[in-house]
């Protein structure tokens, strides 16, 4: 049985909701010349473990996904039901268990590995979680990688997902072949990772790139780590329905759902903007400002060649990417200020999944 072994600096060389799971044939685009590192001495897995959703994949030498499941994140349980539910996941694509002799090639689980990627902050040397600020406090202090190691026998390897998700875009997405780039997530939550002289940023305890807490107005809301007017508390899409929800005026789009009793969603304050609601436009432009603000920061203290975007929330607002390119160009110092430096990501929901097989 192997022991636990953290995720390593250098990258390679280089539905819906039923409880059940779902295993669901590879999407991912197999025409690259990219390999993942020693695929060939066993089968890569990966595992991605959300707020809602942990999700298991087997993966190719070149990063396509063989076969993926995926089960619902248990909720207020103890960190045994968080690893049952992915032995769970691990067991369906053949993760857990030897040789698979049902299976026409079989999964060779000699040599084989196991990447995580789990919302952090984690110490990638030890697989051990710090204390989460916006998931259930069940994942505080969770051994995760000891723990995934002892019941697999596999090579586990563990990181933060924006790190994860950092290396997938560098070995098949938008920043494939860059050697300086930051990765930035808007979505449920607001993250980040640095990638420098291709190598990413870890800092002393293992959690440098937490772009999300940065503060963008001292003055603004609440965060759930405790400070204010932090991006994530701006931009995400809960921080965005909630702060609708505060401003909704009478008589408004907005304040005619809130009578209903319905929570609101970020959908539903891109609708209510579009119908001419001047608070919902007034939170969107808001994120949209604190976004593009935080790129220029990212541009003056990395000098990237890139900054890709990605999160659901980013990705439904394409004009935020090119907000931020213009504030770049025009508001980062100079040489930092190149134009066209803010990128959509483009691996999308499978990205963590990607990049967990590069740790």
Same mark, same amino acid.
């Given at each position: 049985?192997?022991?636990?072994?953290?995720?390593?600096?250098?990258?390679?060389?280089?539905?819906?909701?039923?409880?059940?799971?779902?295993?669901?044939?590879?999407?991912?685009?197999?025409?690259?010349?990219?390999?993942?590192?020693?695929?060939?001495?066993?089968? +890569?897995?990966?595992?991605?473990?959300?707020?809602?959703?942990?999700?298991?994949?087997?993966?190719?030498?070149?990063?396509?996904?063989?076969?993926?499941?995926?089960?619902?994140?248990?909720?207020? /349980?103890?960190?045994? *039901? @968080? @690893?049952?539910?992915? =032995?769970?996941?691990?067991? $369906?694509?053949?993760?857990?268990?030897?040789?698979?002799?049902?299976?026409?090639? *079989? +999964?060779?689980?000699?040599?084989?590995?196991?990447? +995580?990627?789990?919302?952090?902050?984690?110490?990638?040397?030890?697989?051990?979680?710090?204390?989460?600020?916006?998931?259930?406090?069940? =994942?505080? %202090?969770?051994?995760?990688?000891?723990?995934?190691?002892?019941?697999?026998? =596999?090579?586990?390897?563990?990181?933060?997902?924006?790190?994860?998700?950092?290396?997938?875009?560098?070995?098949?997405?938008?920043?494939?072949?860059?050697?300086?780039?930051?990765?930035?997530?808007?979505?449920?939550?607001?993250? *980040?990772?640095?990638?420098?002289?291709?190598?990413? =940023?870890?800092?002393?305890?293992?959690?440098?790139? $937490?772009?999300?807490?940065? #503060?963008?107005?001292?003055?603004?809301?609440?965060?759930?780590?405790?400070?204010? %007017?932090?991006?994530?508390?701006?931009? #995400?899409?809960?921080?965005?329905?909630?702060?609708?929800?505060?401003?909704?005026? $009478?008589?408004?789009?907005?304040?005619?759902?809130?009578?209903?009793?319905?929570?609101?969603?970020?959908?539903?304050?891109?609708?209510?903007?579009?119908?001419?609601?001047?608070?919902?436009?007034?939170?969107?432009?808001?994120?949209?400002?604190?976004?593009?603000?935080?790129?220029?920061?990212?541009?003056?203290?990395?000098?990237?060649?890139?900054?890709?975007?990605? *999160?659901?929330?980013?990705?439904?607002?394409? /004009?935020?990417?090119?907000?931020?390119? $213009?504030?770049?160009?025009?508001?980062?110092?100079?040489?930092?200020?190149?134009?066209?430096?803010?990128?959509?990501? /483009?691996?999308?929901?499978?990205?963590?999944?990607?990049?967990?097989?590069?740790?």
């Amino acid at each position: 049985m192997n022991s636990f072994t953290s995720a390593v600096n250098t990258p390679a060389n280089t539905d819906n909701g039923a409880a059940n799971a779902v295993v669901a044939p590879a999407s991912c685009d197999d025409e690259t010349d990219r390999r993942i590192p020693d695929s060939n001495a066993g089968a +890569v897995f990966a595992l991605d473990i959300g707020g809602t959703w942990i999700r298991a994949a087997r993966l190719s030498p070149r990063g396509a996904l063989e076969a993926r499941s995926r089960r619902p994140m248990p909720k207020g /349980q103890e960190g045994r *039901g @968080i @690893i049952d539910a992915c =032995l769970q996941a691990l067991g $369906e694509v053949g993760a857990v268990g030897g040789w698979d002799s049902s299976s026409p090639d *079989g +999964v060779r689980l000699d040599g084989a590995r196991l990447g +995580v990627s789990v919302t952090g902050p984690v110490d990638p040397a030890t697989g051990r979680l710090f204390t989460p600020p916006n998931t259930d406090s069940n =994942l505080a %202090g969770l051994d995760l990688g000891a723990d995934l190691a002892r019941s697999t026998g =596999l090579d586990v390897r563990v990181d933060r997902d924006t790190n994860v998700a950092a290396l997938g875009e560098h070995a098949f997405g938008a920043a494939r072949g860059v050697a300086n780039f930051v990765y930035m997530t808007v979505s449920t939550g607001v993250g *980040g990772a640095v990638m420098l002289d291709g190598r990413l =940023l870890r800092g002393v305890d293992g959690v440098a790139g $937490e772009i999300g807490h940065i #503060s963008v107005d001292r003055v603004g809301p609440s965060c759930g780590c405790g400070r204010r %007017g932090c991006l994530e508390a701006i931009a #995400s899409g809960p921080a965005i329905a909630r702060r609708a929800g505060d401003l909704a005026e $009478e008589g408004g789009p907005l304040h005619e759902i809130l009578a209903s009793g319905r929570a609101l969603t970020g959908k539903d304050v891109d609708e209510c903007a579009a119908a001419g609601d001047i608070a919902a436009r007034l939170v969107l432009e808001s994120a949209a400002r604190a976004v593009a603000s935080a790129c220029v920061d990212m541009a003056n203290a990395f000098n990237p060649e890139l900054i890709v975007i990605g *999160g659901g929330v980013a990705i439904a607002h394409p /004009q935020w990417i090119s907000r931020a390119c $213009e504030c770049v160009a025009r508001e980062a110092l100079v040489p930092a200020n190149r134009a066209g430096i803010v990128v959509p990501a /483009q691996l999308g929901d499978d990205v963590s999944l990607v990049g967990a097989a590069f740790l």
